[in-house]
């Protein structure tokens, strides 16, 4: 397991209710990959959206974002953090 | 105060020790702009960095970034947040 920050662009306007309901999609399905979507932040005024997430690999990012009709425009593992 | 999250480009290669260096850099100063690094992220084979913040403005957070010679490429308030 290895985490990964995605990216989301074109949100702009996105209230804390979709942010809310888009990360409760993300958590419905997660598990059929192995993926734990941990933490979101949003900027509405610029459209990004950031997720911190759990899992076995970019690819299975990928596919739950896809699966809940909100596609990642970047995938980055990060494998260096301070906590 | 609210929540920030800067991001750096460029950092191909960012070793741990590098990070932490970076963090304490900015940790050491932070307090004279009212700022505070919460976490911070990096991809060392795409050269990206994420940094969290709590901080008066966005100007406060990028002062602080350049006095520690490591200017943000983007700095975004990120005022929605799942925890």
């Known amino acids: 397991m ?3 920050m995605d990216v989301h662009h074109g949100m702009k306007g996105i209230t804390r209710e979709q ?5 409760k999609a993300g958590l ?4 059929d990959e192995g993926v734990h979507f941990e933490r979101a932040w949003a900027d509405p005024d610029s459209g990004v959206v950031y997720c911190l997430s ?3 690999s970019a690819d299975a990012v990928k596919r739950i974002h896809e699966r809940t009709g909100h596609p990642a425009d ?3 593992p990060v494998p260096l953090s301070i906590w």
């Open 19 to 23: 942010l809310e309901e888009a990360h």
């Open 74 to 76: 970047e995938i980055h």
């Open 2 to 4: 290895a985490q990964y």
């Open 54 to 56: 759990e899992a076995p």
């Open 28 to 31: 419905a399905v997660e598990g």
